[in-house]
């Protein structure tokens, strides 16, 4: 759609018409006014000495009759019809322009949102143009967004069930083999029932890990707030994960500069995210001999990370190392038992705490390295005075 504001030439005719019929009404209007004005000095010769000195300069008054106006009142006459006509002109050019943008908004609202009305107005109609660019922009986003999060819906769901189906297709499949004799003595009995047991513990994990995830992605999930000792938690996770370490032939250790690092959080929930991160480095990095964690505290922050010196991410998997169901190793996860929800809820736990996580690897080290707020009262009570300074200022 031709976006150009430019009036076409039926509406050029149009304004010359509305040109023409506005100086054919000023005419009557000053003719039927000079008509009132003689009858007056012909009806009331008395006003003819009162009108003298203003008669001097701009009418001409013999016999008791209007004979003419001088050519500065003429001049004066001429300029107000002048501008009566270019104000009419100029309302119905707008009226014209203002057609012309319910038209665009027309076409957009058909579904062109990608469609811009291309003008050089100026003035208010500049304003409402730009403004309809803006509530267009901000709809084309919300559609967006909202189209996300229906495809975000459809992956979770298309994921979920894949991980479920396959490990419900054994249990019932081992199940089924039960039910009908199809098994030769009582030990391949308990071979099928412990399989499908293991599968079914397969399956309550993912849910688990499932509605673990669901819950800290919401923005409004309440974190139960205490004050710890890092360094003393990170060493109870260390020596709790020592037996599985020395199981794949693997030392753990804590690392830290400071002795105690008091912070406030929500210890549940931080635990849960550095167990998904331990369980990652003894089951992915598999490959090396050492799993260390190295805590500090820098300013008004704790810089955490955990690093294996096993086989490295490839650099395009580093990105989505965080997104749910995301494996970097199909196979190996299969293996492992993993959902691929493990680094999604951390990630959600960190971001419910003000703080940020993310991952880098080479050839020697695979880090996870996370930033976490010292109080979290303190960095709730920053965001609502920036919000109260922005409503004054409002």
């Known amino acids: 759609m031709n976006s150009s504001l430019k009036i076409t030439r039926k509406e050029k005719s149009k304004l010359i018409f509305e040109g023409i019929i506005t100086v054919g009404l000023i005419s009557l209007l000053y003719y039927a006014a000079f008509a009132i004005l003689s009858r007056i000095v012909i009806a009331f010769p008395g006003v003819i000495r009162s009108l003298w000195i203003f008669g001097d300069a701009i009418i001409s008054i013999q016999s008791n009759q209007v004979i003419s106006i001088t050519p500065f009142f003429a001049f004066v006459l001429l300029i107000i019809a002048g501008i009566t006509v270019h104000w009419r002109l100029k309302r119905r050019y707008k009226q014209m322009q203002l057609n012309h943008v319910i038209s665009e908004l027309h076409y957009i609202a058909e579904g062109h949102y990608d469609h811009r009305i291309t003008t050089d107005l100026n003035g208010d109609m500049k304003k409402v143009v730009d403004s309809i660019h803006v509530l267009v922009d901000s709809t084309v986003k919300a559609m967006e967004e909202e189209r996300k999060i229906e495809q975000s819906k459809d992956e979770l769901i298309t994921n979920v069930s894949h991980d479920i189906r396959t490990p ?155 997104n749910r169901f995301y494996r970097v190793e199909e196979s190996r996860s299969q293996e492992t038992g993993g959902t691929g929800l493990g680094l999604a809820i951390a990630q959600s736990i960190v971001e419910l705490h003000k703080g940020t996580i993310y991952a880098k690897s080479d050839e020697y080290l695979t880090q996870f390295i996370l930033h976490f707020p010292l109080c979290q009262t303190k960095s709730k009570d920053q965001n609502v005075s920036r919000e109260s300074k922005i409503k004054e200022q409002i």
């Open 168 to 322: 419900l297709t054994s249990v019932i499949g081992y199940l089924g083999l039960i039910e009908e004799g199809s098994y030769r003595d009582e030990e391949e009995v308990l071979k099928y029932t412990h399989t499908a047991y293991e599968k079914a513990k397969q399956m309550k994990v993912l849910v688990e890990d499932l509605f673990e995830y669901t819950r800290v992605r919401q923005t409004t999930t309440p974190l139960n707030l205490t004050e710890f000792d890092m360094v003393q938690l990170l060493e109870q996770l260390a020596a709790d994960f020592e037996l599985e370490a020395e199981k794949k032939h693997m030392q753990i250790e804590v690392i830290c500069k400071q002795e105690a690092i008091l912070m406030e959080a929500d210890t549940e929930k931080i635990v849960r995210v550095f167990n998904n991160l331990l369980s990652n480095a003894l089951n992915y990095g598999n490959d090396g001999q050492r799993v260390f964690i190295e805590a500090e505290k820098v300013g008004e922050e704790v810089v955490i990370s955990v690093n294996n010196d096993g086989k490295s991410i490839p650099e395009q998997s580093l990105k989505q190392l965080f």
